[in-house]
């Protein structure tokens, strides 16, 4: 059974970093790009940020771009989303996603097969 579980959400005060870890299990995604995005309360879900399968392309939603860094450890199966800077408005639950067809970055949702359950962040002012 493939899963992808996510850690490291939780509070955190206006300024601060969280690091977010995606670990998988039951097939390697080494070979496919890997997301993550994030759905805020009474909000659609958007994409935040993806990296392709060898972890030297990435790719960013313009408004968190330099507040981000997305990152893998294929021999762990796992992603990881640095954040800095968090503002409130980063509020959200966090989804961590993998392709099994594209091993570019790419921003779509509907071309990740695989999700996770999602990591609360929550960001106070």
């Known amino acids: 059974q493939v899963q992808l579980v996510e850690s490291g959400g939780g509070l955190v005060q206006a300024g601060g970093s969280l690091r977010l870890s995606c670990a998988a299990s039951g097939r390697t995604f080494s070979r496919y790009a890997m997301g993550w995005f994030r759905q805020a309360p009474g909000k659609e879900r958007e994409f935040v940020a993806a990296v392709d399968w060898s972890g030297t392309s990435t790719n960013y939603a313009g408004a968190m771009k330099g507040r981000l860094t997305i990152s893998r450890d294929n021999a762990k199966n796992t992603v990881y989303l640095q954040m800095n800077s968090l503002v409130p408005e980063d509020t959200a639950v966090y989804y961590c996603?993998?392709?099994?067809?594209?091993?570019?970055?790419?921003?779509?949702?509907?071309?990740?097969?695989?999700w996770g359950q999602g990591t609360l962040v929550t960001v106070s002012s």
């Open positions: 996603a993998a392709s099994t067809v594209y091993q570019t970055p790419v921003r779509a949702a509907s071309i990740y097969a695989y």
